[in-house]
């Protein structure tokens, strides 16, 4: 996301209220799950979101992205992030499809 001039204010007012509510998703999923627990860190990065994962993942053994296809055409196909991310990463990649439990199509 690029930051328009003089409007700093209101872009760091959005990156927090994105990052909190990316932290309380993130609680209530580990609440949901149980299990041991597992460390995770969210990091809110500008920038095409395809390139920023890509960076992000040099050091790692293994990307995990989502997709949110909708209806059925778009179960069967990779939205633009995860098929870029797919198409140019350097390791391997695992890509989860949305939790369509109770999904209308």
């Given at each position: 996301m690029a930051v328009p001039e003089g409007d700093?204010?209101?872009y760091e007012q959005l990156h927090d209220v994105a990052r909190q509510a990316v932290t309380e998703t993130v609680h209530e999923l580990q609440q949901q799950l149980g299990g041991?627990?597992?460390?995770?860190?969210?990091?809110?990065?500008a920038g095409r979101p395809a390139q920023v994962l890509l960076d992000a993942s040099?050091?790692?053994?293994l990307l995990v992205v989502g997709?949110?296809?909708?209806?059925?055409?778009?179960?069967?196909?990779?939205g633009s992030t995860s098929?870029?991310?797919?198409?140019?990463?350097h390791l391997p990649v695992v890509v989860v499809p949305?939790?369509?439990?109770?999904?209308?199509?």
């Open positions: 700093g204010g209101l041991p627990h597992v460390e995770v860190e969210i990091l809110a990065e040099k050091d790692a053994s997709t949110r296809g909708s209806g059925a055409w778009g179960r069967l196909t990779l098929t870029e991310v797919v198409h140019h990463a949305a939790d369509s439990r109770g999904a209308s199509s």
